[in-house]
């Protein structure tokens, strides 16, 4: 039987992180000195505490161990679990993710903005199989218009994904608000939610361009 602290995680669909590590790192990441060896760094370690709270609701079983001293019984995870990064911004958080849960399956999902629209354009889909018995869980550091996030959610529940995480860095209200309204069973956890999209839609105040950041093309 579930908890009632159980049922209450589970209905939180939005969640907010808030850990004075990860603020650290924070500072880390929106500081345009930041070059891409340290950028990386701090994401991967803020990628790893984010990773604790996206997998704190997977199911679980029960098994039997025992201790020098006495017979036990203790949770394990039930079921497989699936990690799917946007390119190529997502790809800073795989790593992190992978560290904290190591049997995990890894997909991709290429999309990238138009910049004239606005709109996501996809570029590559490779997706494990099984996906309707696994946690989902879809990398994204930037909630920017929710666009290719949204994309990609579709395309993972168009192959059977039921039981969706969205797991972000810094997202902007505009995102928020067009996850919610398309994909409302879709939980979303974020460690900060920023004051609004400027014109060509980004994040402001963000941290620029996740990517470019990342991989040093700026």
Known sequence: MKS?????????KL?????????????V?????????????AMKRVSRIV???????????????DTPLARMR??????SVVFIP???AGLGLVEGFLDVFPSATVGHVGVYRNEDTLDPVEYLVRL????RQSATIVLDPMLATGGSACATIALAKGQGATNLTLATI???????ARVRKEHPDVRLITCAVDKKLNEKGFIVPGLGDAGDRLFGTL
């Open 15 to 27: 969640v907010i992180l808030n850990h004075p590590l990860i603020d650290q790192d924070m500072l």
């Open 170 to 176: 810094i997202a902007a209200p505009e995102g928020i």
């Open 128 to 131: 494990p199989s099984r996906l």
């Open 51 to 65: 990773a604790l709270e996206a997998l704190s609701d997977i199911p679980v079983t029960y098994k039997a161990a």
């Open 4 to 12: 009632k602290h159980q049922a209450r995680r589970r209905r939180r």
């Open 86 to 88: 946007v390119l190529r």
């Open 29 to 41: 990441l929106r500081d345009k000195r930041t070059g891409h060896i340290v950028f990386r760094e």
């Open 74 to 79: 203790g949770r394990c995870v039930k079921g």
